[in-house]
């Protein structure tokens, strides 16, 4: 069983940064950033995926989000820069044990464990 625990949301101005973390209990290999504001599906954010290092990005914050970890912390992060008010939602984390193919990183289903969610607010 793994535990994931978020931090670092909060209120910045538009063009802002901020820093998520995610520090997870156990092994865990493919780690998922997803965003949801209220009243709408969840929206895939961010991945990476520790064996190998790869990193995958949604369209709409590549270039601005970076997700990254501290092994030995054993803490995710996810850094996003240049924030505009659209970024403003509710942030989790998820992470899988296994290493997910590239064809699989952006399911949510694909992800057996989810953080509490932090709030991040970009005011304009």
């Known amino acids: 069983q793994v535990q994931l625990v978020e931090s670092g949301g909060g209120q910045v101005q538009t063009g802002g940064s901020l820093r998520l973390s995610c520090a997870a209990s156990g092994r865990t290999d493919t780690m998922c950033w997803i965003r949801q504001a209220p009243g709408t599906e969840r929206e895939f954010v961010a991945t990476?995926?520790?064996?190998?290092?790869?990193?995958f990005y949604a369209e709409s914050v590549k270039g601005r989000f970076t997700s990254s970890r501290d092994h030995a912390k054993n803490t995710w992060y996810l850094q996003m820069n240049s924030l505009k008010p659209e970024d403003k939602d509710v942030y989790y984390c998820?992470?899988?044990?296994?290493?997910?193919?590239?064809?699989?990183?952006?399911?949510?289903?694909?992800?057996?464990?989810w953080g509490q969610g932090t709030q991040v607010t970009v005011s304009s």
């Open positions: 998820a992470a899988a044990v296994s290493r997910l193919m590239n064809t699989a990183v952006r399911l949510q289903r694909m992800y057996p464990y």
């Open positions: 990476l995926r520790q064996s190998g290092g790869s990193t």
